[in-house]
Structure formats: structure tokens, C-alpha cells
């Protein structure tokens, strides 16, 4: 199952005409662990609806 954690977009820079990078940063009372090359999946609500996203 997975787990989903509080994060805080932290910086946002536009590298090519179709890429962002985002710099995310965790709460530090969470015990986080990444490692580069997974995909994490992403969930917000808008107007009640669940939306999830995964990226690499």
C-alpha cells in the first residue's frame, strides 16, 4: 500500500520547452526515503475529486 507524505515545492525552474524540474522538500519530522530513479505518485484534490499523478 502506498504511503503519501506532506510535501513543499521549494523551487520550480523551467530547463526545456516540455520539462520543469521541481524541488520538493518533506516535512522533517517524516521519516522520507528516496531514492533517485523511483516514481513517486502525487495526490491532490480538486473540488472533491481525488487526482493522482506519477512521475520519475
Not at 521541481?22 to 480538486?46: A, E
Given at each position: 500500500m502506498a504511503r503519501f507524505?506532506?510535501?513543499?515545492?521549494t523551487d520550480?525552474?523551467?530547463t526545456i520547452r516540455d520539462a520543469v524540474v521541481v524541488s520538493l522538500?518533506?516535512?522533517p519530522k517524516t521519516n522520507f526515503?528516496?531514492?533517485?530513479?523511483?516514481?513517486?505518485?502525487?495526490?491532490?484534490d480538486f473540488d472533491g475529486q481525488e487526482?493522482?499523478?506519477s512521475y520519475s
Amino acid at each position: 500500500m502506498a504511503r503519501f507524505y506532506p510535501l513543499t515545492v521549494t523551487d520550480i525552474q523551467k530547463t526545456i520547452r516540455d520539462a520543469v524540474v521541481v524541488s520538493l522538500s518533506p516535512d522533517p519530522k517524516t521519516n522520507f526515503d528516496f531514492i533517485q530513479g523511483q516514481y513517486l505518485t502525487f495526490k491532490k484534490d480538486f473540488d472533491g475529486q481525488e487526482i493522482r499523478r506519477s512521475y520519475s
